[in-house]
């Protein structure tokens, strides 16, 4: 059974920083891209960043992209998101997906698994 868990969300100052984690179990770790969403209350979840399985290729999404970083390391079997400059509009519920091949995408339909998520507040 596949499971993700995420983790190092909470309160942050506007301008702050946040690293999230995901650990991954279950899955050959080192061959699954994976990504990172969000979602705010009321909005449509979206695409924030992905890596593939052997981390020599990212995406971003726009509103994201020179702020966040997303990394990997294999060999912990996790999965990072380094949240810089944060705003008030990136509040929201971070989830970590995985997929079951090694090519990173970008839309939420090509991801196989997901976990439960970790909210990050951001106040001014």
């Known amino acids: 059974q596949v499971q993700l868990v995420e983790s190092g969300g909470g309160l942050v100052q506007a301008g702050g920083s946040l690293r999230l984690s995901c650990v991954a179990s279950?899955?050959?770790?080192?061959?699954?891209?994976m990504g990172w969403f969000r979602q705010a209350p009321g909005k449509d979840r979206e695409f924030i960043a992905a890596?593939?399985?052997?981390?020599?290729?990212?995406y971003y999404g726009d509103s994201v992209k020179g702020r966040f970083t997303i990394y990997r390391d294999n060999a912990k079997n996790t999965l990072y998101l380094l949240l810089n400059k944060l705003k008030l509009d990136d509040t929201a519920v971070y989830s970590c997906?995985?997929?079951?091949?090694?090519?990173?995408?970008?839309?939420?339909?090509?991801?196989?698994?997901w976990g439960q998520g970790t909210q990050v507040t951001v106040s001014s």
């Open positions: 997906a995985g997929r079951r091949t090694s090519a990173a995408v970008t839309t939420v339909a090509r991801y196989d698994y």
């Open positions: 890596i593939s399985g052997s981390g020599a290729t990212t």
């Open positions: 279950g899955l050959t770790f080192g061959t699954s891209a």
